[in-house]
């Protein structure tokens, strides 16, 4: 029995459509009607996909489509903008944490537009759909940011570095324990962490390729161990950065790190004393005002507090 000939010709039908942004929406009566609390609309954008071959499989990783997804599957910081109307519908740029970008809008005014926007969405590690000028007038733009998994590096595998590792773990975080200190850092305590590391925590995080997803935190409370460790994450783009200690203990920790060479732009960044102030005071609670704090920070709402 020869093979229908259907798949050919639903991509042949499929190539021939060109993208388009569709509306879809219920009335708050008809929903209730069918007894959903109600109704609402929804935009769909919809274009075609070329079947897989050896050609388009080949050519995959040259458009800017095949290097988002490259990018997404490497665990790299990387944004897809899409044109949602206008006569560029459907086009597509990708934008690399960096600036570095491939794909074309045919319009160079646009082009930039889009990726100073693209900028701005991947330093707060959120997607977007925005409105920007283009030659032939306004034209909406979905800017897509797939940031990598995030990471969480603690410094001192402490009580709270236990309890934080919990929390960690259950928020998607990806936990790094850290800590010379082989008499904590063991794999009994630490069999829930995705990795343990029994180095210096200075060089550790050296070689861990810190980026905009990375969060660290200094739980020692040894000058020797946190400090070093401190100056290499703040010199990298860690979206976090905080430290257990007191006021006090925090501008002893200032005057160490200026020595160091940090400028006082990067010490600023040191999120301390660390965590949300709910009064907390055993080491699960202490985990919880950190974690909470990380969220707040990676989410775009929390501040340094000196």
Same mark, same amino acid.
């Given at each position: ?33 069918? =007894? ?12 075609? #996909? ?103 590096? #603690?410094? =001192? ?67 020797? #161990? ?75 709402? =929390? =501040?340094?507090?000196?």
């Amino acid at each position: 029995m020869s093979k229908a000939p259907w798949p050919r010709k639903r991509w042949r039908f499929s190539r021939a459509i060109r993208p388009r942004l569709l509306l879809y929406g219920i009335a708050d009566e008809l929903a209730q009607s069918v =007894g959903l609390a109600c109704g609402g609309t929804i935009e769909v954008f919809v274009e075609p #996909i070329d079947p897989p071959s050896a050609k388009s499989t080949e050519m995959a990783g040259t458009t800017a489509q095949g290097q988002f997804e490259e990018a997404v599957r490497l665990g790299r910081l990387v944004a897809l903008a899409t044109i949602l109307t206008g006569p560029a519908i459907g086009a597509k740029i990708r934008i690399q944490a960096g600036g570095e970008s491939s794909g074309t809008l045919d319009d160079a005014a646009l082009t930039a537009a889009v990726q100073a926007r693209a900028a701005s969405c991947l330093a707060a590690l959120q997607s977007e759909r925005v409105t920007l000028e283009s030659a032939a007038g306004p034209v909406e733009v979905f800017i897509d940011v797939q940031p990598p998994q995030p990471r969480l590096f #603690i410094v =001192g595998a402490v009580h709270i570095a236990a309890a934080l590792v919990t929390y960690a773990n259950v928020l998607g975080f990806r936990t790094v324990v850290l800590d010379a200190r082989t008499a904590f850092a063991t794999p009994e305590r630490f069999a829930h962490a995705a990795e343990l590391i029994a180095r210096w925590p200075a060089d550790a995080l050296a070689a861990q390729n810190l980026d905009e997803g990375s969060c660290v935190v200094v739980l020692t409370h040894d000058e020797k #161990i946190d400090n070093p460790a401190l100056a290499v994450a703040l010199r990298s783009p860690a979206r976090y950065v905080g430290a257990l200690g007191s006021r006090k203990t925090h501008a002893k920790r200032v005057a160490a790190l200026r020595e160091l060479g940090l400028g006082d732009a990067e010490i600023a960044r040191i999120h301390a004393p660390i965590g949300l102030p709910i009064a907390a005071r055993r080491p699960e609670e202490i985990a919880l005002s950190i974690m909470a704090e990380i969220v707040a920070v990676v989410n775009g709402e =929390g =501040g340094v507090r000196g």
